[in-house]
């Protein structure tokens, strides 16, 4: 990141005013969240109703996009300062980010997941990678609209190369991790699915933080809006009860008679989808 403050540029970048401990955190809450959503999509998996399953869908995608991504990142900004000028928020434009983070998610695992009737007429080939660029499109709109929330004194602007590359890892990084994941009810598999996509989170967020720049106006009026600390203790909170619903949801879930086996899952559900195609026609 570069700093421009009256036309002089400061080379350092302060992504770690807190202690580098920020961005380990931000690793282990990335982790954890894309751990618990992604139990939740093999939970998915198990149940041949419709509503069960995108029931199971939409509380892997809160835990994946509100606390893998949107709270990930907002841990990350934490650290983030720029010199001669405070750092606000803007309230509607980060909630607006969480929105789109957990809406996309869902599309992507909607789709990755053959939930949705046109996906149903891909090859499992086709809706992995598709839901996994989807689901990788919704990490990068969601850090760069929460990036749009900043209000400085002055105005950022950003690297259009950083920005392609930090595109291309989280949509490489987030149908890598769909495609390892589609190997089902192995716990090794979820683990490392989890901490590749919590490693594209993360490496999207600082390297898109390498191709910003602030234009510090010192003559401008102070910023308006919420500080980080206020925005994260409550993201704090949303978060663990985000993470303890499906988490209890996923103690107490029954052995269903419709559970499938490992092998049996995907022909399944591709023999489903292709009867409510045929129904729809």
């Known amino acids: 990141m570069q700093y421009l403050d009256t036309g002089d540029r400061m080379p350092h ?9 920020v961005p380990y955190l931000a690793f ?10 992604l139990c939740c999509v093999q939970q998915s998996r198990k149940y041949l109703t419709p509503a069960a399953g995108v029931c199971w869908l939409m509380m892997a995608a809160l835990s994946i996009g509100g606390v893998g991504i949107w709270l990930m990142h907002f841990i990350g900004m934490s650290g983030f300062s720029v010199p001669t000028s405070p750092v606000r928020y803007d309230l509607g434009a980060t909630l607006f980010s969480v929105v789109l983070a957990v809406g996309a998610t869902l599309f992507g695992l909607l789709i990755s997941d053959a939930r949705l009737s046109a996906a149903r007429r891909l090859p499992r080939s086709v809706s ?3 839901g996994g660029i989807v689901m ?13 929330a900043i209000r400085i004194r002055g105005t950022i ?20 991790a769909m495609w390892m994941f589609d190997v089902p009810g192995k716990l090794h598999v979820r683990v490392a699915s989890s901490l590749l996509l919590a490693c594209g989170v993360v490496a999207l967020h600082y390297t ?17 809006g919420m500080t980080v600390p206020s925005l994260l203790f409550p993201a704090f909170g949303i978060g663990i009860v985000l993470l303890a619903v499906p988490i209890v949801a996923l103690l107490l879930a029954p052995e269903s008679d419709r559970e499938l086996d490992d092998r049996g899952q995907l022909n399944d559900l591709s023999r489903v989808g292709k009867a409510s195609t045929e129904a729809d026609q």
């Open 13 to 21: 970048a302060q992504h770690f005013t807190m202690g580098l401990w």
């Open 28 to 37: 282990v809450t990335a982790a954890v969240g894309c751990y618990v959503g």
């Open 128 to 130: 992995l990678t598709v």
């Open 136 to 148: 990788g499109t919704a990490i990068v709109l969601m850090h760069y609209s929460g990036m749009a």
């Open 157 to 176: 602007d950003h690297d259009p190369r950083m920005v392609a590359v930090s595109a291309a890892i989280g949509i490489v990084g987030s149908v890598a």
């Open 208 to 224: 898109g933080m390498v191709g910003m720049s602030a234009h510090v106006d010192l003559d401008a009026s102070a910023p308006e």
